[in-house]
């Protein structure tokens, strides 16, 4: 069974395109994370969602929108793709803590590598 | 406010070598402090977690003590295998993770 999946696992595209990034995870969690990891392997935090509400919004372009149908799921939707957007991209999930800090282990989907050309 | 200092790689080691990765952490409170792995093409995994001052955390015989006095959560193993070549990230948990700058390590036969 799959704890948290993404789709799709690669995706190619050309400058200045919209594209979406799907999340999924089925461990019962109340709160998703999306992260980019760059060519150094360096890994930022973007956005966390606690039960479809969003709590961290760090300092992202407003190209890019998470979204979250329901606490299973959190979708990345960017807009106007640059070359720099490349990267690999991961969701995760954790439960929160009821001291509301993320004492939780995170628990990370497989990436999705993203190439703009 | 809270990081996490992670020991530059690359580090490359032979078989059966004894592995230190370092890192240091400077946080408000006392979080949790965690230890994940990422294999080549592959997302990050626990590899193991102290939730509190001198806990030590292991798993697949890599082993991290929580050390407060020295702001420490050190990787060690004994001896490492060709398989453990991955990129090893220290992670801090306070408001959100702060995770380090990973570290390569690459084991040669």
């Known amino acids: 069974d799959t704890a948290v999946s993404q789709t799709p696992k690669y995706l190619v595209t050309q400058m200045g395109n919209d594209k979406s990034i799907k999340c999924e995870q089925n461990?019962?969690?109340?709160?998703m994370y999306w992260y980019k990891q760059d060519s150094k392997k360096f890994l930022k935090i973007m956005f966390s969602?606690?039960?479809?509400?969003?709590?961290i919004n760090e300092t992202v372009p407003n190209r890019f929108s998470p979204k979250s149908p329901d606490k299973a799921h959190l979708n990345l939707h960017i807009n106007s793709l640059e070359l720099g957007d490349s990267a690999v991209y991961f969701c995760?999930?954790?439960?929160?803590?009821?001291?509301?800090?993320?004492?939780?282990?995170?628990?990370f989907g497989p990436g999705t590598r993203l190439l703009v050309l | 406010g809270n990081s996490v200092t992670q020991m530059e790689g690359p580090v490359t080691l032979s078989e059966e070598a004894f592995l230190t990765i370092n890192c240091t952490y400077t946080?408000?409170?006392?979080?949790?402090l965690f230890w994940y792995v990422q294999y080549p093409g592959e997302g990050l995994q626990l590899l193991l977690k102290?939730?509190?001052?001198?806990d030590k955390g292991s798993n697949k015989g890599f082993e991290a003590t929580y050390r407060k006095e020295t702001t420490s959560f050190h990787l060690e193993k004994g001896s490492v295998q060709v398989s453990d070549s991955a990129v090893y990230f220290c992670?801090?948990?306070?408001?959100?993770?702060?995770f380090g700058t990973g570290t390569s390590l690459t084991v040669i036969p």
């Open positions: 946080a408000t409170g006392y979080p949790s």
């Open positions: 995760a999930s954790s439960q929160s803590s009821t001291s509301g800090l993320t004492q939780e282990t995170q628990y």
């Open positions: 461990l019962g969690h109340d709160t």
């Open positions: 992670a801090l948990a306070g408001n959100q993770f702060y």
């Open positions: 102290a939730t509190k001052a001198d």
């Open positions: 969602y606690n039960n479809k509400e969003l709590i």
